[in-house]
């Protein structure tokens, strides 16, 4: 074959397509009932945006971004995640305020230079929200409930969701030196990332998943209570959100390892887990990111949202459902036989579209055995059979594909049928 799609990134095609719809209409829905609107901004951002978002020591800026400098000179970047262009456009448009709440959502294709496998791609697809204007816990509770209601709107029952607090400009410092502290004796014995992040983002360190630096931290993460590390603002934020958490019956785990790869996070961070999924089995990623818009230049405007792995979402649908590949969902194929009826056949299709039901024909002079296989393969649940007989008469004949029964009727009677 000459040409193929590049390494991490993949092509979806017409037999999965349905599935991804089925996903993006129960995320609309939920979205609407939410209140969150639609925000679709560009898939090209100034290099700078992350940099300063995301973070320059995390992986993502550090080794994923796809950047490079455009024809005009600038560095842009095709974006690695959503939330630092949507607080972009939130300024640029003036879309936050303080006297409300802002609720955004978002579909669209995410980059990320990472080593592909099972469940990581370069190109990926994140839906995702963003929640402007608020600094109660009610908040966080609301975007993990949503991101619940959607799972479970799809059927997936079998996902955990993980939670912790990473912490504040107050207390995150305090945290830090005290894992460096803990750490000191043990750093010659942990990965050459862990020696970076030692220096850079000791938290990071958390999160590693190498076994001989889960071991270490291990210990230390016994020692740490759920919260102790955390300021007084913190920890009762954390509480709240718990507590607020189990009134709801949303049933979640702590996990003191759950610190994220991207440093805009403050209080709180989450994963939805899937059992079904392999090494990479984050579902949906989220947290509070109360600083960001700040350090944009907009005021201080505290915020939340999460992002959800398309991909990751897909897989586990289609390991639930080996069927989970939907048909093309065609109401009525029409079966020509000659070149009169073909031509009648042409006219009905328009008739029966026009209509508003969803038909389809073979132009190819196919015998009437081919025709129906078609049909068959295609998933329509009646096929009009119009031959010379039938034009004489000025009927048709309507077959039920499922009950594999048929009549004579006229062609106003199959669009009342199907109706
Ligand atoms: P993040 O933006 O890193 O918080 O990721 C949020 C979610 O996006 C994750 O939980 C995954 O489901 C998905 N995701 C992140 N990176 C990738 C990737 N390289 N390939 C596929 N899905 C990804």
């Known amino acids: 074959m000459k040409y193929q799609s590049l390494r991490g990134m993949k092509d979806i095609l017409p037999e999965e397509a349905p599935l991804w719809q089925k996903i993006e209409a129960a995320c609309s829905k939920k979205f609407q009932q939410f209140n969150y609107q639609e925000i679709r901004t560009p898939i090209m951002e100034m290099t700078e945006l992350f940099a300063r978002a995301v973070g320059q020591s995390t992986d993502i800026v550090s080794k994923e971004m796809y950047s490079f400098t455009d024809k005009g000179n600038r560095n842009v970047v095709l974006r690695p995640e959503g939330t630092a262009p949507i607080v972009r456009a939130c300024l640029e448009h003036n879309l936050i305020s303080k006297d409300k709440i802002t609720k955004l959502y978002y579909f669209g294709p995410m980059f990320r230079y990472e080593r592909p496998q099972a469940g990581r791609y370069r190109q990926f697809h994140q839906v995702g929200i963003e929640a402007f204007g608020s600094a109660d816990p009610a908040l966080d509770a609301e975007t993990i409930l949503l991101a619940v209601s959607i799972f479970k709107d799809l059927g997936l029952t079998d996902l955990e969701v993980d939670l912790n607090s990473v912490g504040c400009k107050e207390c995150r410092p305090r945290f830090d030196s005290r894992l460096r502290a803990y750490l000191?004796?043990?750093?010659?014995?942990?990965?050459?990332?862990?020696?970076?992040?030692?220096?850079?983002?000791?938290?990071?360190?958390?999160?590693?998943?190498?076994?001989?630096?889960?071991?270490?931290?291990?210990?230390?993460?016994?020692?740490?209570?759920?919260?102790?590390?955390?300021?007084?603002?913190?920890?009762?934020?954390?509480?709240?959100?718990?507590?607020?958490?189990?009134?709801?019956?949303?049933?979640?785990?702590?996990?003191?390892?759950l610190v994220r790869g991207l440093d805009y996070y403050t209080k709180t961070t989450y994963e939805v887990i899937s059992s079904s999924l392999g090494a990479q089995n984050?579902?949906?990623?989220?947290?509070?990111?109360?600083?960001?818009?700040?350090?944009?230049?907009?005021?201080?405007?505290?915020?939340?949202?999460?992002?959800?792995?398309?991909?990751?979402?897909?897989?586990?649908?289609?390991?639930?459902?080996?069927?989970?590949?939907?048909?093309?969902?065609?109401?009525?194929?029409?079966?020509?036989?000659?070149?009169?009826?073909?031509?009648?056949?042409?006219?009905?299709?328009?008739?029966?579209?026009?209509?508003?039901?969803?038909?389809?024909?073979?132009?190819?002079?196919?015998?009437?055995?081919?025709?129906?296989?078609?049909?068959?393969?295609?998933?329509?649940?009646?096929?009009?059979?119009?031959?010379?007989?039938?034009?004489?008469?000025?009927?048709?004949?309507?077959?039920?594909?499922?009950?594999?029964?048929?009549?004579?009727?006229t062609f106003e009677e199959v669009l009342a049928r199907i109706r």
Request: aromatic share 6%; with cysteine; net charge positive.
């Open 184 to 257: 000191k004796g043990f750093i010659v014995q942990m990965c050459e990332d862990c020696h970076i992040r030692y220096k850079k983002n000791p938290l990071r360190i958390l999160d590693c998943k190498k076994p001989t630096c889960q071991n270490i931290t291990n210990e230390i993460l016994q020692k740490i209570g759920d919260s102790d590390y955390l300021c007084a603002d913190c920890k009762d934020h954390f509480e709240k959100l718990k507590s607020i958490l189990d009134s709801l019956s949303v049933n979640y785990k702590i996990n003191k390892r």
């Open 282 to 409: 984050a579902v949906c990623g989220g947290g509070r990111y109360d600083n960001l818009v700040e350090d944009f230049g907009g005021s201080s405007v505290p915020a939340v949202g999460f992002a959800i792995g398309m991909e990751r979402l897909v897989e586990i649908m289609k390991l639930k459902d080996q069927n989970a590949k939907l048909k093309a969902n065609v109401q009525l194929y029409i079966a020509p036989l000659g070149e009169e009826a073909k031509s009648k056949a042409v006219e009905y299709l328009q008739k029966a579209r026009e209509a508003g039901i969803s038909a389809d024909m073979d132009y190819q002079d196919k015998k009437l055995k081919a025709q129906l296989k078609i049909a068959n393969a295609i998933g329509a649940k009646y096929v009009l059979i119009l031959g010379d007989d039938e034009l004489k008469k000025n009927i048709v004949v309507l077959r039920d594909m499922q009950a594999n029964s048929q009549e004579e009727i």
